[in-house]
C-alpha cells in the first residue's frame, strides 16, 4: 500500500499520532527509569529516531487500513455523506466504485488480462489518491470514523492483529537484548521451579490416590468378610451368637480405626501439598525481591555508566578543542607551505626560463663562433688563391720576359 502523499503526510503525523497505542508516561514518581522499563516497556516512550519512525510507519499503516474498511461503507451512502466528503473525495470515490465494478466484470467473465492489469492499477491508483486525501484531512477521517457504522468483517480481525503486532513490535524495540535475556532467564528459572513443585505434587497426590485406593480395597475386603460372617451368622445363629456379636463389633471397631487412620493420614497429606503451596509462593515472593534487589543494582550499574559517559564525553571535548586547534596550526602552516610552493613554481618557471634563454644565447654564440670560422676559412683560401694567382701572374709575366730576349738574339 502506498504512503500517499508526502506533503499531507506530513500536515496530517500529530493527527495521526493520536492513534499511537501502548505508549504511556515515562516511569512514575519514586520508581527508577530502568525498574519501570522491565515492569512494563509500554510505559516508556520511544527515545531513539529509528524507533520512532518505525511505530509511525505502523500507525500510519493501521490509520490507513481503517480509512480502507470505511471505504465500501461510505460509497455505498455516497450521496448522504458528498456534503460531508466534499466534491474532491466525492468524485474519487465515484471514480473508484467504478474501477471496482469494472474489475468485478472482468474477473467474473474471461478477458483480455492486459485489461485486467490495467483497471487493477487504475484501481490502485485510484485507491492510493483517496488514501492521500483522507489523511490530508484528519478531522474528516476521525468524522466518518464516528458517524459511519461498519459491520464486523475480517478487516476487523487482521486490523486488530496488526495492532498487536505493533505493539508486540514496540515492546521488543523498547526492550534491549541484555533484558530480554535477563527476562527470558528468569522466566526459565521459575518455570522450572513450578515444574519441580508441579511433579512433587503429582508424586503427592498420586501416592494420596494410592493410599485412598488401598484403603477403600482394605474397606471392600472387610465387607466382603462382614459379609461372610453374617452368612456364617445366619447359618450359625443359634450356636454362635454371641460370638458373631463380638466378630462384629470387632469388625466395626477395626473398620473405625481404619477409617481414622485413613482420614488422619489423607490430612497429613493435604497439611503437606499445603505447606508445599506456601513454600512455593514464598520462593515467588523471595525471587521477585531478588529480582526488585537485582533491578535497582543494574539501574545503579546505569548511572554508574552514564557518568562515566559523561566524563568520557567531557574529555573528549577537550581533546577535541586541542585537536581543532592543531588543526588550526596545522591549516595555518598548509596555507603558508602551499604560499611557498606557489612561490617555488614561479621562480623555478623564472629559472627555466632563464636556463632557456642562457641555451639560445650559447647556441648564438656557437653559431656565431662557426659562421666566423667558416669565414676565416673562406678568407684563407680567398688569401691563399689569390697569393697563388699574384706568383703565377707574377711568373707568367717573367716568363714572357724571357722569351722575348731570346727571339732578339736570334734575328740578329
Known sequence: ?????????????????????????????????????????????????????????????????????????????????????????????????????????????????????????????????????????????????????????????????FMEFRDFMLERLLTSPDEEKEKMQFMKDISLRVEKNTETISALQEELAVVIQTRD???????????????????????????????????ENQQKEDEKASKYKCARLKQEIQLLGARFNALVLEHRASELVLRKEKCKAEMEIQKWVQKYDIDMTEKQATYDGLQAAYNDEKDQLSLLMEKHALLLQE????????????EKEEEAARIEARRNDAATCIQAFWKGYLVRSVYKSKLKKGKGKGRGKGKK
Open 351 to 362: 629559472y627555466t626560463e632563464i636556463e632557456e634563454e642562457r641555451r639560445r644565447l650559447k
Open 1 to 161: 500500500m502506498a504512503t500517499g502523499d508526502p506533503a499531507a503526510l506530513q500536515a496530517s503525523s500529530l493527527e495521526q499520532r493520536t492513534f499511537v497505542k501502548g505508549i504511556a508516561a515515562p516511569g512514575r514518581a519514586g520508581i527508577p527509569l530502568g525498574v519501570m522499563k522491565v515492569l512494563d516497556p509500554r510505559q516508556l516512550k520511544p527515545d531513539i529516531t529509528e524507533t520512532e519512525r518505525i511505530l509511525t510507519v505502523l500507525d500510519e499503516t493501521i490509520v490507513k487500513l481503517e480509512i480502507t474498511r470505511l471505504i465500501p461503507r461510505v460509497i455505498g451512502s455516497l450521496e448522504r455523506y458528498a456534503r460531508m466528503l466534499g466534491p474532491e473525495i466525492t468524485s474519487s470515490l465515484r471514480e473508484h466504485q467504478k474501477l471496482s465494478v469494472e474489475i468485478q466484470h472482468l474477473l467474473a467473465s474471461p478477458g483480455d488480462e492486459e485489461s485486467k492489469r490495467d483497471v487493477e492499477q487504475r484501481l490502485k491508483c485510484s485507491l492510493r489518491n483517496i488514501l492521500r486525501l483522507f489523511l490530508a484531512n484528519p478531522l474528516l477521517y476521525h468524522g466518518l470514523k464516528y458517524k459511519v457504522r461498519v459491520r464486523e468483517s475480517p478487516a476487523d480481525v487482521f486490523i486488530k492483529a
Open 217 to 251: 480395597e482394605e474397606l471392600n475386603r472387610k465387607d466382603k468378610m462382614i459379609e461372610n460372617l453374617k452368612t456364617s451368622m445366619e447359618d450359625l445363629a443359634k450356636d454362635c451368637k454371641a460370638e458373631i456379636q463380638h466378630i462384629m463389633e470387632e469388625g
